[in-house]
C-alpha cells in the first residue's frame, strides 16, 4: 500500500524567509505531484514532476523529484504573506495518464509579518 | 487543461438522506476520481469512474454508499447515500491528465 508522509504538518514563518517542505512516499512511482489549497476552496495545481530529478520553479516555489530516495520537496524562497495555504503532495499510484492519486497529510503553511 | 464543474457548491442535509453530486468536465476523459476530504484533514480516493463500466472503489468504500454513474465521457454522479454526520466533507471530483485537475469541490454537512 502506497503511503504518503509530509512535514512539516504546520509551517510558521517570517515574511522574506526560506524553507522547505518534504514529501516522501514508500514505493515506486513516476508522478508526484504538489498542490495548493487555499480555506474553503479546491487544490490548485502547482507542480507535477516526472521524473527522476526532475525541477519546477514557479514564482517563489520550487520542486524536485528524487525517486530514488522516493523524496520530493517543495522550497519556499523570500516568502510572502500570499503563499499562506495548505500545500498537498499526491503520488500517482494509478496507471498511464489515469492517476489514481495518494495524498499526503498537507503542510499548513502561515506567513506573517 | 479540464475546467471542471461541480453541483451543488455546498449543501446542508439531514441524517438518512441522499445526495447526488454532479460532476461535468468541459472535454471528453476516460477515466473521473471521486475524492473525499474530511475537515481538516488530506485527501481520501472513494473510487474511480470509467465509461462504460461500473466504479471501481477504493478501500473502506462501498457502492451501496457512494453508488456512482458515469452515463458519458464529460460527465459523472456520486451519491452520498443514507447521510450521517460523519459523511460530513468536500467532495471532490477529478480527472485524468498531465496535471490532475479537481473540481471546486460540494461541501456537505449533516446534521
Known amino acids: 500500500e502506497l503511503k504518503v508522509e509530509q512535514n512539516p504538518l504546520f509551517l510558521s514563518m517570517q515574511e522574506g524567509k526560506n524553507y522547505t517542505i518534504y514529501c516522501n512516499y514508500s514505493t515506486t512511482s513516476d508522478r508526484l505531484y504538489w498542490y495548493r489549497q487555499d480555506p474553503g476552496k479546491s487544490l490548485e495545481s502547482l507542480f507535477v514532476l516526472l521524473s527522476n530529478g526532475a525541477v519546477k520553479q514557479e514564482g517563489r516555489l520550487m520542486a524536485s523529484l528524487d525517486t530514488k530516495a522516493r523524496l520530493s520537496t517543495l522550497h519556499i524562497t523570500a516568502a510572502v504573506h500570499d503563499l499562506s495555504a495548505t500545500y498537498f503532495c499526491?503520488?500517482?499510484?494509478?496507471?498511464?495518464?489515469?492517476?489514481?492519486?495518494?495524498f499526503g497529510t498537507g503542510t499548513r503553511l502561515q506567513v506573517t509579518l | 487543461s479540464a475546467v471542471i464543474s461541480q453541483k451543488p457548491s455546498r449543501d446542508i442535509c439531514q441524517r438518512g438522506t441522499s445526495l447526488t453530486i454532479q460532476c461535468q468536465v468541459d472535454s471528453q476523459v476516460t477515466m473521473m476520481f471521486w475524492y473525499r476530504q474530511q475537515p481538516g484533514q488530506s485527501l481520501t480516493l472513494i473510487a474511480t469512474a470509467n465509461q462504460g463500466s461500473e466504479a471501481t472503489y477504493e478501500s473502506g468504500f462501498v457502492i451501496d454508499k457512494f453508488p456512482i454513474s458515469r452515463p458519458n465521457l464529460t460527465f459523472s454522479t456520486l451519491t452520498v447515500s443514507n447521510m450521517s454526520p460523519e459523511d460530513s466533507s468536500i467532495y471532490l471530483c477529478?480527472?485524468?491528465?498531465?496535471?490532475?485537475?479537481f473540481g471546486p469541490g460540494t461541501r456537505l454537512t449533516v446534521l
Open positions: 477529478s480527472v485524468e491528465g498531465q496535471r490532475q485537475f
Open positions: 499526491a503520488v500517482d499510484g494509478g496507471y498511464g495518464t489515469a492517476s489514481k492519486l495518494t
